[in-house]
């Protein structure tokens, strides 16, 4: 069965540089969501998309900005990253409630 | 604020017992609970759900119970398999929202 894909899978970046994640939805999911899990904590949320249009916003820097595309999949931009951006990035699509994970992005600011 | 903990971080179990991993709320709102089971190094795997209408669900060797007055919900696993070790987090939504509060997660351990 075709599961959520992200990628790249892993980034390096140095300070103030930029990083952009992408993620592909399970076909027919109409719903992306975004999270970020630092070392040791909890998945964190910070966007959702319903049909392309923003239908949540949790505890996402104003520095990071995302998009659903017209083919579903979504972008997480992230500008000026600092150290503290290291962190595994998930997305998840669902259709109805239950979310599905992709394998992560893992980003190192250097 | 963490509105969805998991007090035992780690819990190790012999191969064949029981693993019972808990998890408890503040939000009364929420009304979907998940656990999801997790790999070091790849996302979340979807495990089990329980609406708030049941207070049971069971699938397979996994079995989720839900105590809405204690706002407190437990995963069983049994009979509990070395390739059962990982971390397992649960998730919480209320149904004003699609968003997800997630667990700090337990890291299970089973010993052959």
């Known amino acids: 069965a075709a599961g959520v894909i992200q990628s790249p899978r892993h980034l390096i970046k140095e300070k103030r540089e930029t990083a952009t994640l992408k993620c592909y939805p399970i076909?027919?999911?109409?719903?992306v969501y975004w999270y970020q899990q630092g070392p040791g904590q909890d998945p964190q949320f910070l966007i959702s998309?319903?049909?392309?249009?923003?239908?949540d916003k949790g505890s996402i820097p104003d520095r990071f900005s995302a998009q659903q595309f017209s083919d579903y999949h979504s972008e997480l931009n992230m500008s000026s990253l600092e150290l503290g951006d290291s962190a595994l990035y998930f997305c998840?699509?669902?259709?109805?409630?239950?979310?599905?994970f992709g394998p992560g992005t893992r980003l190192t600011v250097l | 604020d963490q509105q969805v903990k998991q007090n035992s971080p780690s819990l190790s179990v012999q191969e064949g017992r029981i693993s019972i991993l808990n998890c408890d709320y503040t939000?009364?709102?929420?009304?979907?609970f998940l656990w999801y089971k997790k790999y070091p190094a790849e996302g979340p795997t979807f495990l089990i759900s329980?609406?708030?209408?049941?207070d049971k669900n069971e699938d397979g060797r996994f079995t989720v119970f839900l105590n809405k007055s204690a706002k407190h919900l437990s995963l069983h696993i049994v009979p509990s398999q070395p390739g059962d070790s990982a971390v397992y987090f649960c998730?919480?939504?209320?149904?004003?929202?699609?968003?997800?509060?997630f667990g700090t997660g337990t890291s299970l351990t089973v010993i052959p």
């Open positions: 998840a699509s669902s259709f109805l409630r239950e979310q599905f």
């Open positions: 076909p027919r999911h109409d719903t």
């Open positions: 998309f319903y049909e392309k249009m923003q239908s």
């Open positions: 939000n009364s709102m929420f009304d979907y």
């Open positions: 329980i609406s708030s209408i049941k």
């Open positions: 998730a919480a939504s209320a149904h004003t929202g699609n968003q997800f509060y």
